[in-house]
């Protein structure tokens, strides 16, 4: 049997490559996403006392007050001392706790506390000196229950004219032999306070619709339920249920999509369905996003709580289905100043921790007894879509 060659296909002309944005268009949205790390800002934040300059690179703001560190967390800089009889540049950092007024049972602890050589020798006959210098952040410290996260810088009242706050201090201390008298030593310190602003971020998206009903179908997995039971003493049980995205973790400037649902027996639901059916945000049934700080004295734990922002409710409506009635809200909550707000954090004699608390109050001729419930959630500095992070 002869082969005969056989000749190739004919191909059209492909058709033009896709247009390609880093942007989602408004009908798109994100579903997987890799951080960008674009160029560090250009700011520099400069310091000068006598002879010695302190220059702190990678700022956002030429003319801050202070110094930030978030991004890498490594602060970077320079020492530039005209005296040219340099004998040695140290370079130190301090991180503290710290209750003020100070209690007499209260003692500041120490978060971060290092110290570096920049430069230690003899006296150099250079006209001037620049000593550079770089220092990464740790992530955690040791405290006597462990290890705990390195805190942000933070201050907040705590009742009582205390106010519960951390710091950081950079201080470089420039030791060198005066120019008319070399057998005289000169110490020249510069010191400045150091905003500390560690990031954090959620490790998934926000779900795509805010309505549970629109959702729990399909994508069950994205809300979590949590339940309280509304007792009373001669009446059948209710049920209250809060639904919210199992993520956990929200940007402090997020708005928290929920839902929430109250359930029961039909004959012991029609009464109390009318007094919460009168308007759409009644003052018996709330959900609002609480801060507790927790703060050890020395002499047992003090707590604070603070109401971040109070929730909105819009009544979907009630129904009946197989001897139950039910009545349907959803509704969402925010921070109410959300730059004014840190993020979640524990370090041992200082925590902070955050909830989206349901507070529901019956009327008293339904003898239905007072609900409070809560669901613990994170609060972080950016978003998960954040263009620029790093952990």
């Known amino acids: 049997m002869a082969l005969f060659p ?19 268009r408004p009908t798109e949205r994100t579903v997987q996403y890799s951080a960008r790390r674009p160029p560090p ?41 005209e005296n040219p009889n340099v004998k040695s540049v140290l370079l130190k950092i301090k991180g503290l706790v710290e209750l003020a007024p100070i209690s007499p049972a209260y003692l500041p602890f120490p978060v971060l506390e290092t110290t570096k050589i920049l430069y230690s020798g003899g006296p150099s006959t250079a006209s001037s000196h620049n000593f550079p210098f770089e220092y990464s952040f740790p992530r955690t410290f040791l405290h006597d229950t462990g290890r705990c996260s390195l805190p942000p810088t933070f201050g907040m009242p705590f009742g009582r004219g205390l106010f519960v706050r951390c710091s950081y201090r950079v201080t470089v201390t420039v030791s060198s032999t ?52 509304v007792s009373a003493p001669s009446k059948s049980p209710l049920m209250c249920d809060l639904f919210a995205p199992s993520r956990g973790v929200f940007c402090v400037d997020e708005v928290i999509p929920f839902h929430l649902q109250l359930s029961g027996a039909a004959a012991c639901f029609s009464h109390i369905s009318r007094f919460f059916m009168g308007t759409t945000a009644h003052p018996g049934l709330r959900v609002y996003m609480r801060r507790q700080i927790s703060v050890d004295l020395g002499c047992g734990k003090t707590i604070k709580e603070i109401n971040l922002g109070e929730g909105t409710l819009r009544l979907l409506g009630a129904h009946d289905s197989k001897g139950k009635g039910y009545l349907n809200w959803e509704g969402q909550v925010q921070c109410g100043d959300p730059k004014s707000v840190v993020a979640s954090f524990e370090c041992g004699h200082v925590s902070i921790q955050d909830a989206l608390v349901v507070e529901m109050i019956p009327p008293h001729e ?15 500095t950016d978003r998960w879509d954040a263009g620029e992070w790093q952990q």
């Open 366 to 380: 339904c003898a239905f007894k007072r609900t409070v419930f809560e669901y613990r959630i994170k609060l972080a």
């Open 41 to 81: 800002p250009s700011g520099i934040y400069m310091k000068r006392l006598g002879d010695v300059t302190v220059l702190v690179l990678n700022q956002e703001e030429e003319d801050a007050e202070h110094p930030s560190l978030g991004v890498g967390r490594l602060l970077a800089g320079s020492v530039l001392v």
């Open 178 to 229: 005066r120019r008319h008298a070399s057998f005289l030593n000169k110490n020249e310190n510069v010191s400045f306070q150091l905003d500390y602003r560690p990031r954090s971020r959620p490790s998934q998206p926000m779900i795509l619709s805010p309505s549970l009903f629109d959702t729990i179908k399909y994508c069950p997995e994205e809300w979590k339920q949590l339940e309280s039971i």
């Open 6 to 24: 056989v000749p190739p296909p004919e191909y059209s002309s492909s058709a033009p490559c896709p247009t390609y944005s880093p942007s989602p």
